[in-house]
């Protein structure tokens, strides 16, 4: 399977952004996201190491952004519940079709239809905001005003932590290869493969993203093929 990785891939499309997806695959492939993210994106790992330690200290909000179905909020919560801390999580989607199928899994969310730019008008803060697979959607007019956004979304100190594919030809194949048996069974009739591996085609490198972060944000990488952008700020009161 051939495909150009030289560049990102910025005209191409997945398939579920399109308003007139098919909405059985639509909501399959949301039914779908928690499986690809428990393999690949490995958000208990970020909550071990960054969330719990932080609600060990205090009541938190969190912020993630570009949520789609929700089930990395979903995630966080039934984590955070069963440690028995008190972590407010909220998913944020542009997307009124991921919102309304995501309410419908309830979870102990606040599921919100939104961009971060109204949050930040209305003076909404949070203690971490995050994103999940959001980056390799963004212009770079995008991703500057996610980053500005998110900074101001933290005012009083916190975390931002944005995870996602890193674009290589390994995670192409890697992807391709290890999909291609459930293609027509469990990921039948779900944008998943096709998505995924356009999404790899979209995704940024880590030379590429840290070209173009300002300072102050951090860019990291992880197996498999992932790739951290991180800003954190000290408490002011600490």
Excluded: K
Excluded at 42 to 68: E, F, H, N
Excluded at 175 to 191: E, I, V
């Amino acid at each position: 399977m051939r495909a150009d990785l030289s560049v990102r891939a910025v005209d191409a499309r997945e398939l579920m952004d399109d308003p007139d997806a098919d909405a059985r695959m639509l909501e399959r492939t949301y039914e779908r996201f928690p499986l690809i993210n428990a393999v690949v994106s490995r958000w208990r790992t970020v909550y071990r190491r960054d969330i719990r330690p932080l609600a060990r200290q205090r009541s938190i909000r969190v912020l993630d952004v570009g949520a789609g179905g929700g089930d990395v909020s979903r995630s966080l919560a039934g984590w955070s519940r069963r440690d028995g801390l008190a972590v407010e999580i909220t998913a944020l989607d542009a997307d009124a079709r991921a919102i309304r199928w995501a309410r419908g899994r309830g979870g102990h969310v606040e599921y919100r239809c939104a961009y971060t730019s109204e949050l930040v008008d209305a003076g909404e803060t949070y203690d971490v905001v995050i994103s999940n697979h959001l980056l390799h959607h963004l212009s770079g007019a995008e991703l500057t005003a996610l980053m500005r956004d998110s900074a101001a979304l933290i005012p009083h100190g916190g975390l931002v932590i944005h995870r996602d594919i890193a674009r290589s030809t390994l995670a192409y194949l890697a992807f391709a290869t290890g999909t291609l048996p459930f293609a027509g069974n469990l990921l039948s009739d779900s944008f998943i493969r096709a998505d995924g591996l356009t999404s790899i085609r979209r995704a940024y490198t880590p030379a590429e993203l840290s070209a173009v972060v300002p300072s102050g944000w951090q860019v990291r990488t992880a197996l498999p093929a992932r790739i951290e952008l991180r800003y954190e700020v000290a408490d002011a009161g600490s």
